[in-house]
């Protein structure tokens, strides 16, 4: 018996039909083992030596593929073509050659497809494990344990709030930190644009003001609307007449076949998925055989691929579509380094594959590889330029003609932050001396815009382009920013938190080396050297923790109060921005004498006053030089006429609040976000700080139920057991009916629960069973039963396309299998175990040792 080793349950499945009867495919479920979550898991002073640990979830899917390795005669190492698929791979025969049951005979294949001719192609030609990609995937790990396990202690002690840093991710971070920066220096600049709007042979058309008072005009040149004005006069009393006509051909160029980062960027783009999605989606449609390997940098295709998509090409449309040479095309990216074979789809046949997200990523996917072996487009691009006989006056039209489509008939690729082309537009046929009908003239004022911040398609891009980072790893780059809040997403687009900010700003000022790009991309041509086979991996991590440990021991020396008088400092412009009017930033708009200054304080970074305690302004470290939510001291609401205490309204770190009285026993209690600003007085601060109040007894438990505002907003008490409101105005306005009614709603779960799922959709009777069939939602996603046999839907079947044909075979299909396992069977296991005859098994056991 062969055992064949690969990654997942699905390409295991697949695998296994297209081997023979002595093949039996086995999957790690991905890693199987890694460097235990403690310090002292790497050793820098015995070599680097890694101590690693089997995942708890893995014992079992290792014990299965160790008995079935005792035996085998052979193993085949499956996993994927990259270097985590090597590490899987070095991992597994570790681990059984430490268990001693690895055979004696161990094989490595690969394969950029899981198709049969591509399987059966790898297990003809087998090799040894590749110890370059090995020693590549140890000095990685070990350098990202390194500097997480070194790093983010210091954070902890000196940083509060801080979370962790990375090699890559305090990269990526400070790329979105900076292009906040430069947003927030950008000064907008006013400026006009005179547009003249004309029509030759009933096609409208536009034409830009090129030239006024004999002077060149460019975007900024007129930056007022006197001159604006002016120009508009101009135009209008000008007559028009075409002085030139320049038209030139132009050639478009298909891009190549996706990347890794290209298939995240487009994705991102065109059908707005994050780069993880992206990746999960691609990763189904890799493991059902549809496409190649999705984790590449590489853009070359096979040679019987590209006369696939040719022939494919070709019978989609005319001759004309299919160059007269195949494309080739040569990797660009910095520091380029494993290259497969492109993303390419299997079977150019195919256009259509699953349904859903898998859909439509395949035909993307499909689309772009199709087009990079097309022809390319002719285009012809036209510049009419219009004066008024003076010569000081003149007007520029520009516009482009499509003469030949080629590849764009297929596949345009898309842009970020794009606008408005005015080479996009279409133009009539004009000659010199002709004179147009001028119908109207526009005038606009704009601004010049900031830098856009980054998207998920933008910042991969980025990110490539200055090689940080790899393929395999973006998508989990920017996912570990969102989850630890350093940053988050507003209209597909990504703004730094405060603690993201602070994070950066410390990391560059205390450890400025080790978030340069050029240092971080500088590192990864060393490690892209170890899997190349030209450099050791230990002399790469040497070099680099012998500077890296000594500056952590320097920072963890420091105490915390001159970490945060550096921070203020190195933040000084950030926090305390210039006025303008020549007075000093830092001075207390409450006092008036103190200094303002970063502080460091249990929830995070804020800035107080010098005065304090006398002075109790403060403001939010995310707040650069502003007011808004700055306590500027206490504002008198009036006087309890209960008590005759004050009543302040104030502003804290976690939002307004009010106060009665003054000291630690006053009384307070927070401003609702859904009380309007209007209608908050005195009498709502006494109402408020009159809770909780009692709206009376139960008139069946005859317990108290009581009214207030907590931690997760408003709320009803009653005998231990809480009801939720729907806003702050109803816990005084509700009354004994409603509240008792309230109450036994949420002790029966709110209806929530109770009431029977109802069907996504509704398909008729079963064929055979006659039961009802119908479309569900379950716990683990969409199912179809018949009332008696569920069915999973495949993640690459659409819900919503689902039809009765497919209903009744995935019925069919998995009533073939027989129940399913799990409880069902227990019972015949406890019954078993009563009888003698299971007293035999452990002598069976011992024979088998």
Known sequence: MQLVIVESPAKAKTIEKYLGRDFKVLASYGHVRDLPPKDGSVD?????????????????????????????????????????????????????????????????????????????????????????????????????????????????????????????????????????????????????????????????????????????????TITNEADARAAEADVKAGHFTVDSVETKPLTRNPPPPFTTSTLQQEAARKLGFSASHTMRVAQDLYEDGAITYMRTDGVQMDGSAISAARRAIADRYDGGYVPDQPRQYQTKAKNAQEAHEAIRPTDFGKDKVGGGDHARLYDLIWKRALASQMA??????????????????????????????????????????????????????????????????????????????????????KMEELGIGRPSTYAS???????????????????????????????????????????????????????????????????????????????????????????????????????????????????????????????????????????????????????????????????DPDSGLEVTKRSGRFGPYIQLGDGKEAKRSSIPKDIPGEDFDLDYALRLLSLPRDVGMHPESGKPIVAGLGRYGPYLLHDGKYAKLTGTAEIFDIGMNAAVARIADAANGGGRGRAKAEPLKTFGPHPASGGEMKLMAGRFGPYVTDGTTNATLPKTVEPEALTVEEAVALIDARAAKGPAKGKKKAPAKKAAAKKPAAKKAPAKKKTAE
Not at 424 to 429: E, F, H, K
Request: glycine share 8%; net charge negative.
């Open 376 to 461: 390319s487009a002719r285009l012809e691009r036209t510049s009419v330029d219009l004066s008024d006989g003076t010569g000081k006056t003149m007007l520029r039209a520009t516009g482009q003609v499509i003469k030949f489509p080629g590849f764009l008939a297929l596949y345009d690729e898309g842009r970020d932050d794009s606008s408005e082309d005015d080479d996009a537009r279409l133009l009539p046929a004009m000659a010199k001396g002709d004179a147009p009908a001028k119908t109207g003239v526009e005038v606009e004022a704009h601004e010049t815009q900031p830098p856009p911040r980054y998207s998920e398609a933008s910042l991969v891009k």
């Open 44 to 220: 820098p002073d015995d070599g680097f030596s890694m101590e690693w640990q089997l995942y708890p979830d893995k014992a079992k899917r290792l014990k299965d593929i160790q008995d079935a390795a005792k035996q085998a005669d052979r193993l085949i190492l499956a996993t994927d073509p990259d270097r985590e698929g090597e590490a899987i791979s070095w991992h597994v025969q570790e681990l059984l050659r430490q268990k001693k049951a690895l055979p004696q005979k161990v094989d490595r294949v690969t394969f950029n497809a899981i198709t049969k001719q591509a399987v059966t192609d790898a297990m003809a030609h087998p090799r040894g494990l590749d110890d370059d990609l090995i020693d590549a995937y140890r000095a990685r790990r070990a350098l990202d344990y390194l500097v997480g396990f070194t790093l983010s202690p210091v954070l902890w002690r000196k940083l509060p709030g801080a979370k962790s840093a990375g090699r890559v991710q305090s990269v990526a971070l400070r790329l979105v930190v900076e292009r906040e920066r430069e947003i927030e220096a950008f000064v907008a600049q006013q400026y006009w644009s005179i547009t003249g709007q004309f029509e030759m042979g009933g096609t409208p058309f536009k034409a830009r003001l090129a030239r006024w008072r004999g002077d060149k005009i460019e975007r900024l």
């Open 477 to 639: 780059i920017l996912q570990v920013l969102k989850d630890r809040a350093y940053v988050r997403v507003e209209k597909n687009r990504f703004l730094p938190e405060e603690s993201g900010r602070l994070l950066t700003a410390f990391l560059e000022r205390f450890f400025g080396r080790y978030v340069e790009y050029d240092f971080t991309a500088g590192l990864e041509e060393e490690l892209d050297d170890v899997s190349g086979g030209r450099a050791q991996w230990q002399a790469v991590l040497e070099r680099f923790w012998r500077d890296f440990k000594p500056r952590t021991g320097e920072v963890m020396e420091q105490k915390p109060s001159e970490i945060t008088a550096a921070l203020d400092e190195f933040l000084g412009p950030y926090l305390f921005p210039d006025k303008g009017d020549g007075s000093d930033p830092r001075v207390c708009p409450n006092c008036g004498t103190g200094r303002l200054a970063l502080r460091g304080g249990k929830f995070g970074p804020f800035i107080a006053c010098s005065n304090y305690p006398e002075c109790k302004f403060t403001r939010k470290f995310a707040q650069p030089g502003g007011s808004d939510g700055a306590d500027t001291g206490p504002e008198t609401l009036g006087t």
